[in-house]
Every structure is written in structure tokens, then in C-alpha cells.
């Protein structure tokens, strides 16, 4: 079973950027789909982009342009660059790996996103 860290969240103003991580205990190269996800406040979970092994990336709709992500199988670390961020963007980020429309393992703790206007 492979278990997740994520890091790199914090506290930034509008329009900064962050960059957060997503530590894997196993080989990611195994694993086709990955995706980040998030939960704000009082909201569900939603994935905000994935990435196949082959490098196809996927994002929702109110992070396409902003956000970028990528994924290091020889470090077994995935990436997800933010930058322009939005008060919207405040949420818990978590990764995993995505099959259809259900996670692979455990979720992680997550990491801190708050974005201040």
C-alpha cells in the first residue's frame, strides 16, 4: 500500500504562488493516473488535476491556466505548481493515485492552502 505526503502549503496573498509536493513510500511508476485534489471549507473534495504516466494532464476548470502539474516517477514525488492564486484556492490539497472516478489508497493529511485577498 503506498501512502502519501503532501507539503509546501502555506499562507500567501493573492496573485502569489506556491508549490506544493506529494511524497510517495512506494513507486509511483506503477501507478497510470495521479491527480490533486482539494476540499475548502464546508465543501467536498473535488480533483483539481491529474497526470498520466505518458505526461497527459487534466484540470479543472477554475485552475486551467494557473495551475501546473507534473510528477517525477524517479523520485516517486508529484508537483503541482500554483501560481495567481485566488482567495477561491483556499482549501486543503491532498494527492492520490485516481482510477475512474475513485481514489487508489488512503488519503494523507494534506497540506494547507490559504490564499488572503
Known amino acids: 500500500q503506498v501512502q502519501f505526503v503532501e507539503s509546501g502549503g502555506g499562507l500567501v496573498q493573492a496573485g502569489g504562488s506556491l508549490r506544493l509536493s506529494c511524497a510517495a513510500s512506494g513507486s509511483t511508476s506503477s501507478i497510470n493516473v495521479m491527480g490533486w485534489y482539494r476540499r475548502a471549507p464546508g465543501k467536498r473534495r473535488d480533483v483539481v488535476a491529474t497526470?498520466?504516466?505518458?505526461?497527459?494532464?487534466d484540470y479543472a476548470d477554475g485552475v486551467k491556466g494557473r495551475f501546473t502539474i507534473s510528477r517525477d516517477n524517479t523520485k516517486n514525488t508529484m508537483y503541482l505548481q500554483m501560481n495567481s492564486l485566488k482567495p477561491e484556492d483556499t482549501a486543503v490539497y491532498y494527492c492520490?493515485?485516481?482510477?475512474?472516478?475513485?481514489?487508489?489508497?488512503?488519503w494523507g493529511q494534506g497540506t494547507q492552502v490559504t490564499v488572503s485577498s
Open positions: 492520490n493515485a485516481k482510477i475512474g472516478t475513485l481514489v487508489m489508497y488512503p
Open positions: 497526470i498520466t504516466n505518458g505526461g497527459t494532464t
